[in-house]
């Protein structure tokens, strides 16, 4: 049997077994309902009886009965009941109105029947005959068990009291073949339209079952074309498969194909998605209706929004055309005109240059990239190159001028001393200018090694060390000088450590000549701060002090050789700084005002990243100092 054909068979079996298990409950409950509703009436009519019998009894009080005494009272109301006519009327009236009852009768304490529906009964004891009530509790298949079993009669009672006493008892007959004869019409009815409807469904099933499957050959096909090629694959195979089974076959090729394609697309949004990570510029990518479709990280800090936010909407709802670079990009987009290296004021002030290029395919745009820098940022590489370009102009210079100076201050010392060993023998008062003239002779062949040293690159040995250590070790090398100023050193840093690559001996006098120059700015005491923390795949530490500052038209000379404000300085600290920290791939910036101390931040690659503080630290947004220019 082919699978179709299986399909088609058991849709139509549970279709078929869900009506038949419907017309079951439905016939079972009308047998319930209707068995219900006689046993409601007949108690409803005994009631009614007990109400005619209690209103009828006669008021013995005006007789010469004694109606303290309850036994003569039951026996005087049990020999006049029996002749209330209206009593027996209404107990004949009702039995006949109902088709189901079979008798009614009014008995006493003792089950003697005081008033019957059967004349001939009047007076003798009834005997005892099953609760119609077990027949409405039984089972569906109980209660037809019972009303079509051989005939017989159920009783419904009511009791009747006297002065509070139990008196007697209203009980009510009904028949089994009166309630079958009343309940068999609609039971007949209800089992013809049950099976009139499991014909029905059988038909209606097995039709739009195969209806439904039909189409599988016409899917199969719109499958093929959906896949790459599989025509090939299914073309011998489709005598050993069913229309279902091609259907499945394809379906899992298909899936496959699906499945291979997601994989590579998310490998590509993770490596997009970290590539954006990564960069330092703003970028967001536009479709051609100008809807945003990927955003770089940066692109937070300078729009104040999260990326998060921003994708899925235009840039109609990201830009307010009130805005500089809202009205330049909407202005953009509505020309189809790219801009570029235009400077704006973005989100907390920060100054920003953004372009604007359209991207296109075949002569037809399709999306829009903008790219938004840091301006300052922008500056300071700018900045940056420059200092290091002097650097190494001012090494070349200095290493040549140091080379040719050493030859004549050697030849001068030499002769020097020949000349003191003669003038000593002529003239001993003239040791004392020699002495002088070779003092300061080799005092400037001092500076000249200083300054060869200065511009040699030096062979680091790289160890890996926490920078937290290499702060309280720099602290406690400065703590005499500090103390000495009246200077409290005060440090803050992280629980977990911070992992560098880095020569020890040279970084503790990189952060030592900035912790030195921060006290010796404080001459009156303070207070200076050293902290340290993550950001990204950095270190930052920063240390300021409460001293008066450093002037705005100083700011750009703080990293020269030999620049200085000091009386005794001697210009090579802060450019040994920027120096080594150069070597290890870091870097040292600063703020500073007038009479409000500075901050000198130095940025050192981690030697490995901690995965449990990947995210980026954003809790400063530096304004860097720029370098000569």
């Known amino acids: 049997m082919r699978r179709k054909a299986i399909i088609v068979f058991a849709i139509t079996f549970m279709v078929t077994l869900m009506v038949a298990a419907f017309s079951y409950l439905y016939i079972s409950q009308l047998l319930r309902q209707r068995i219900s509703n006689t046993y409601e009436s007949a108690l409803r009519l005994t009631q009614q009886l007990a109400y005619?019998?209690?209103?009828?009894?006669?008021?013995?009080?005006?007789?010469?009965?004694?109606?303290?005494?309850?036994?003569?009272?039951?026996?005087a109301m049990a020999e006049y009941l029996p002749m209330d006519t209206n009593l027996l009327n209404n107990i004949e009236s009702e039995t006949a109105l109902w088709p189901y009852i079979y008798d009614a009768s009014l008995e006493d304490a003792s089950g003697k029947a005081l008033l019957h529906s059967n004349a001939q009964l009047v007076g003798k004891k009834i005997p005892?005959?099953?609760?119609?009530?077990?027949?409405?509790?039984?089972?569906?298949?109980?209660?037809?068990?019972?009303?079509?079993?051989?005939?017989?009669?159920?009783?419904?009672?009511?009791?009747?009291?006297?002065?509070?006493?139990?008196?007697?008892?209203?009980r009510i007959g009904v028949s089994t073949v009166f309630l079958q004869s009343e309940i068999t019409p609609r039971l007949m009815h209800a089992l013809?339209?049950?099976?009139?409807?499991?014909?029905?469904?059988?038909?209606?099933?097995?039709?739009?079952?195969?209806?439904?499957?039909?189409?599988?050959?016409?899917?199969?096909?719109?499958?093929?074309?959906?896949?790459s090629g599989p025509g090939e694959e299914f073309s011998g195979k489709e005598s050993e498969h069913d229309e279902f089974g091609l259907v499945t076959l394809k379906i899992a090729n298909l899936g496959r194909q699906m499945r291979d394609t997601k994989e590579i697309f998310s490998?590509?949004?993770?490596?997009?998605?970290?590539?954006?990570?990564?960069?330092?510029?703003?970028?967001?990518?536009?479709?051609?209706?100008?809807?945003?479709?990927?955003?770089?990280?940066?692109?937070?800090?300078?729009?104040?929004?999260?990326?998060?936010?921003?994708?899925?909407?235009?840039?109609?709802?990201?830009?307010?055309?009130?805005?500089?670079?809202?009205?330049?990009?909407?202005?953009?987009?509505?020309?189809?005109?790219?801009?570029?290296?235009?400077?704006?004021?973005?989100?907390?002030?920060?100054?920003?240059?953004?372009?604007?290029?359209?991207?296109?395919?075949?002569?037809?745009?399709i999306g829009a990239l903008l790219i938004m820098r840091d301006a300052e940022s922008v500056r300071r590489i700018g900045d940056e190159i420059e200092m290091s370009r002097r650097l190494s102009a001012s090494g070349r210079v200095t290493g040549g001028v140091a080379h040719e100076v050493k030859n004549p201050i050697n030849a001068i010392v030499l002769h020097l001393q020949l000349l003191q060993n003669k003038l000593s023998q002529l003239d001993p008062d003239t040791r004392r200018h020699m002495d002088i003239i070779g003092s300061e002779i080799h005092r400037l062949?001092?500076?000249?090694?200083?300054?060869?040293?200065?511009?040699?690159?030096?062979?680091?040995?790289?160890?890996e060390v926490d920078v937290r250590q290499l702060l309280e070790d720099v602290a406690l090398l400065a703590s005499p000088d500090a103390e000495a100023r009246g200077v409290t050193i005060k440090r803050a840093m992280p629980e977990f450590p911070l992992l560098i690559k880095a020569d020890i001996d040279m970084m503790k006098q990189a952060l030592l000549n900035v912790v030195l120059n921060g006290v010796q700015a404080m001459p009156d005491g303070g207070v200076l701060t050293i902290t340290a923390h993550q950001s990204g795949d950095a270190v930052v530490a920063e240390v300021s002090d409460q001293g008066v500052g450093i002037a705005n038209d100083m700011q750009e000379k703080v990293f020269e050789l030999y620049f200085t404000t000091k009386k005794d300085g001697n210009g090579i600290g802060l450019a040994q700084t920027y120096q080594i920290l150069d070597w290890h791939h870091g870097s040292v910036e600063f703020e500073s005002a007038e009479g409000t101390g500075t901050t000198f931040r130095f940025r050192i690659p981690l030697s490995a990243r901690r995965p449990e503080l990947e995210e980026p630290d954003t809790s400063f947004d530096p304004v860097l100092s720029k370098p000569a220019s």
């Open 52 to 75: 005619f019998a209690d209103n009828d009894l006669p008021d013995l009080s005006s007789t010469r009965l004694d109606t303290n005494d309850p036994t003569a009272v039951r026996r």
């Open 128 to 170: 005892e005959r099953p609760d119609f009530h077990s027949v409405t509790t039984a089972h569906f298949w109980d209660q037809l068990r019972l009303v079509y079993a051989p005939a017989a009669v159920y009783d419904v009672s009511f009791p009747l009291q006297l002065n509070g006493a139990p008196f007697g008892t209203i």
């Open 192 to 227: 013809y339209f049950s099976i009139a409807s499991i014909f029905a469904s059988l038909l209606l099933a097995a039709v739009i079952s195969n209806l439904a499957l039909g189409p599988l050959r016409e899917i199969s096909r719109n499958l093929d074309s959906l896949g």
């Open 267 to 365: 490998a590509l949004k993770d490596n997009v998605d970290q590539l954006m990570s990564k960069l330092q510029d703003g970028l967001i990518l536009f479709t051609r209706d100008s809807r945003v479709v990927l955003v770089s990280a940066p692109v937070e800090r300078f729009l104040g929004q999260p990326r998060g936010e921003l994708l899925g909407r235009t840039a109609r709802e990201i830009f307010s055309a009130q805005s500089p670079l809202g009205s330049l990009v909407l202005d953009a987009f509505e020309r189809r005109r790219p801009f570029s290296q235009r400077e704006f004021t973005a989100a907390r002030g920060r100054r920003v240059q953004a372009s604007m290029d359209f991207v296109q395919e075949k002569g037809t745009q």
């Open 445 to 463: 062949d001092r500076v000249v090694q200083t300054l060869v040293d200065f511009m040699r690159t030096k062979e680091l040995h790289l160890e």
